[in-house]
């Protein structure tokens, strides 16, 4: 980062400014070449609310390429007619959702963040990355469900095909959603398609997996109350 003092004016009758000293991002994002970008717009924070702290925006043109990106700082204001700044280095990712209830996660802790990278994937339109996402997360949820749920060995369970672990399920209804998310799942992982069904269908029936899984958790959880 090289770092680069500019100067946000205020927009209220009064026209006050304030300066301070913020990073400029030294490499280009589209081109990535070292460069000292090019200041082209910025933002101007309201004198008038007298907020302490504002979030500043620059719009930059590299000088290599020419491409326009933007930068946003968290800029907090001194006393008199100074500010600090802090770089804002998060984007908004667009996501697509997948809703699953909560339960799933003590069963299964890597199915939240597998399906977390996957509608990342998907939200980016990286639909082959997400088919593939899906059918991961149908394999962790299957096997921890026999695991935690049905008592079935861990070591034995992991290495078994997720095809057998689905065939040992006896819940025939369990059995069903994972089977044909499964299918599904196979087609968007492997080179050829077998069947007519897409990814929108795998996560019907993957989200009615875990709707089941977690009703059968609860029940488990109510009998074990009662029990005692
Ligand atoms: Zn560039």
Redesign the pocket.
Request: proline residues 15%; positive net charge.
């Given at each position: 980062m090289s770092k680069h003092i500019i100067k946000f004016s205020a927009h209220n009758t009064q026209n006050n400014s304030r300066t301070g000293t913020i990073e400029l991002p030294n490499e280009?994002?589209?081109?990535?070449?070292k460069?000292s970008p090019k200041i082209i717009g910025k933002n101007s924070y309201d004198y008038f609310v007298d907020k302490e702290t504002f979030q500043g925006a620059l719009l930059l043109e590299?000088?290599?390429?020419?491409?326009h990106f933007h930068k946003s700082y968290d800029i907090k204001f001194g006393k008199y007619s100074d500010f600090t700044s802090q770089p804002i280095d998060k984007f908004p990712v667009p996501q697509s959702k997948f809703e699953y209830p909560n339960e799933v996660d003590t069963i299964c802790p890597e199915f939240g963040k597998i399906i977390s990278q996957t509608t990342h994937a998907e939200g980016l339109g990286l639909d082959h990355l997400a088919g593939i996402g899906y059918r991961k997360s149908i394999e962790f949820l299957v096997k921890d469900y026999l695991i935690e749920l049905k008592s079935f060995d861990r070591t034995k369970t992991e290495k078994k095909l997720l095809g057998q672990c689905i065939q040992d399920i006896e819940d025939s209804r369990i059995q069903t959603l994972a089977k044909a998310a499964t299918w599904i799942g196979n087609d968007e992982t492997h080179y050829t398609r077998r069947h007519d069904k897409n990814i929108d269908d795998m996560k019907r029936f993957l989200h009615a997996l875990t709707l089941l899984v977690s009703l059968e958790k609860s029940v488990i959880d109510a009998k074990e109350f009662t029990n005692n």
């Open positions: 280009c994002p589209w081109c990535y070449s460069i590299c000088p290599n390429c020419k491409n």
